[in-house]
């Protein structure tokens, strides 16, 4: 039986693996081989001169690198604080209206995020939805809330609160009420019991969630250019902008592969530390 | 451990007001989209439906619905039999790699999905693929395998081995306890794993932005629109799609609630 099973295993992961191989990790590979050729060339048959990273470190692209790090980063800490109170509530609180919360929060998934966040333009914007009815009742409107950087990382909370919310509640509903009861009974304050027992236990929710936001916010790109204008230039759209205008494939290359190394870094240190059996729930 | 009342009435209210701001911006878009002004402004005076005819009858809209509709079919027929076999590879037997494999598939769903597909315009250009939309498809695949892949693998997590065992035990080959017994057990996994990858790649944007070529499919058509300047077209088109996406839903669900008034009125 076990030899039946490794036998099996093996042959079943063969699609997904070679899938995955010929679409992800090749090419990944002609990236990185690609941010190493001289600028302007449109195929890889030069000699390596690693020329594109040094216009990336001269041409002023790590002030976009930091911007949307730093955007990143105010989304995940943002989200992280929006998320845990109803993460909390889906896991320990709500009976019924965590279906009706979980699916109302899956279809908005379905849903193109360029039409939400084109939606978000719409209410938003002067004349928009918002602001023309606080005209049209009160007066006063909303003036200058698009093109801004507050409005980006917005966008960013708004595109990416299912990444954090379902990581989160699953997280959250893997501490056992016993611990939280006992600490109580112990004499613990509610601020005792989120520091000390809700956060750490949940740990494995919070990373993933964390991990998630962050990762995708770095890497996103509508965002800054539907709510933000040309506030500031976030690296994807650097990337995009060498690829098209700039029809510089290795300068764009050079730009991903930044991307590509801190993603891999912080996916794969962090995939490695989770042990999936135990989050998804497997049995025997 | 029983949680205030109060508390409990402030979660409600906070998880309702996640809800109304999550569906406030398609709110926007709706009116928009039924407004008969060339240039928005709210509030709406006048509503019409002019836009949705001329949407309608646009060969441009209906050229990207079909581009769409046949990338979101076959990324959703390939996903769904290449997350079948990996779900159980996943979840299901022991073997050697399992752990690493696992690691391996959860990977690209942590990429930024515009970096994975200009990687792949790469990768096509240096193999001498010309980009069209058969390309996205594998851009989405990318992306939507691992996902129909992790949903059919929790069904995978909850079904007793044991079932698998006594088939083989009876006598069935690989085969038929596949056919007969593993496929059953985990159709509702399918199933919903089918309608995530039909319903990501007809929304997705990002994946397809570098990797159509000539072709283009209606979110790239909408992103384009919207940058360029404002269109009564775009919340037109928009709704359209989020209409479209609604229907094929409450077909899904429909459909298994109708087999089964079907199969309790023949018993009875």
Redesign the interface.
């Known amino acids: 039986m076990d030899a039946l099973q490794r036998r099996l295993g093996t042959l079943y992961a063969v699609p997904a693996v070679a899938l995955l191989v010929l679409s992800f990790v090749a090419p990944l590979l002609v990236v990185a081989a690609f941010s190493t050729m001289p600028q302007g060339v449109f195929s890889l048959l030069h000699l390596p001169d690693f020329s594109a990273y040094g216009t990336l470190v001269t041409q002023g692209y790590w002030q976009s690198l930091l911007w949307s790090l730093f955007m990143a980063f105010a989304a995940t800490v943002i989200l992280f604080v929006i998320s845990w109170p109803l993460a909390f509530g889906m896991a320990k609180v709500f009976k019924r209206f965590t279906l009706v919360l979980t699916i109302g929060v899956v279809l908005t998934l379905f849903v193109s995020e360029n039409i939400r966040l084109f939606g978000w333009v719409l209410t938003l914007m002067k004349g928009g939805l918002i602001d023309g009815y606080l005209r049209a009742w009160f007066g006063g409107g909303l003036e200058g809330a698009l093109y801004n950087v507050p409005v980006i990382i917005f966008g960013l909370v708004y595109v990416y609160l299912p990444f954090m919310l379902f990581p989160l509640a699953q997280g959250i509903a893997m501490v056992p009420d016993d611990a939280r009861q006992a600490a109580r009974d112990l004499g613990a304050s509610r601020w005792q019991i989120l520091t000390e027992i809700d956060l750490p236990l949940s740990a494995p929710g919070i990373v993933v969630g964390s991990l998630f936001t962050f990762v995708l916010a770095t890497g996103a790109l509508a965002e800054a250019k539907l709510l933000g204008g040309s506030a500031v230039i976030v690296m994807a759209a650097e990337v995009e902008t060498a690829f098209t205008y700039g029809q510089d494939w290795p300068l764009g290359s050079a730009l991903s592969m930044t991307l590509i190394a801190i993603v891999a870094v912080l996916a794969i240190f962090t995939i490695a530390r989770i042990d999936l059996d135990s989050i998804m729930g497997r049995r025997g | 451990?029983k949680?205030g009342r109060f508390?409990?009435a402030a979660?409600?209210l906070?998880?309702i007001a996640?809800?109304v701001?999550?569906?406030?911006?398609?709110?926007?878009?709706g009116?928009?989209s039924i407004s008969k002004s060339r240039y928005?402004?709210?509030?709406v005076r006048r509503y019409a439906f002019e836009w949705y005819g001329e949407a309608l009858s646009s060969g441009t809209v209906a050229d990207l619905v079909v581009t769409s509709l046949i990338t979101a079919a076959l990324v959703t027929l390939v996903s769904v039999?290449?997350?079948f076999?990996?779900a159980?590879?996943?979840?299901?037997?022991?073997?050697?790699?399992?752990?690493l494999?696992?690691?391996?598939?959860?990977?690209?769903?942590?990429?930024?999905?515009?970096?994975?597909g200009?990687?792949?315009?790469?990768?096509f250009?240096?193999i001498g693929i010309v980009p069209s939309w058969k390309t996205a498809v594998?851009?989405h695949?990318?992306w939507i395998?691992p996902i129909t892949?992790?949903i059919i693998?929790?069904r995978a997590?909850?079904f007793?081995?044991a079932l698998e065992?006594a088939a083989r035990d009876m006598g069935c080959t690989?085969l038929q306890t596949l056919k007969e017994v593993t496929l059953p057990l985990l159709a509702p996994g399918i199933v919903s794993a089918g309608l995530f990858a039909f319903?990501?790649s007809?929304?997705?944007?990002?994946l397809s932005?570098?990797t159509t070529g000539a072709d283009s499919t209606?979110?790239e058509w909408?992103?384009a629109k919207?940058?360029s300047g404002y269109s009564p077209l775009?919340?037109t088109v928009?709704m359209l799609?989020?209409f479209a996406?609604a229907l094929l839903?409450l077909i899904a669900i429909a459909i298994p609630f109708l087999i089964n008034r079907a199969r309790s009125t023949e018993s009875a």
């Open positions: 451990m949680t508390l409990t979660l409600y906070y998880g996640i809800l701001a999550l569906y406030l911006p398609l709110l926007s878009v009116f928009a928005l402004s709210f509030p039999v290449v997350g076999f990996g159980l590879a996943f979840a299901r037997y022991s073997w050697r790699y399992r752990k494999f696992q690691k391996f598939v959860l990977l690209p769903i942590f990429f930024p999905q515009t970096v994975l200009l990687a792949l315009l790469m990768w250009n240096a594998v851009a695949l990318v395998t892949t992790l693998a929790i997590y909850s007793d081995p065992e690989t319903l990501l007809w929304g997705n944007f990002p932005l570098f209606l979110p909408l992103y919207m940058v775009v919340p928009g799609s989020v996406s839903l």
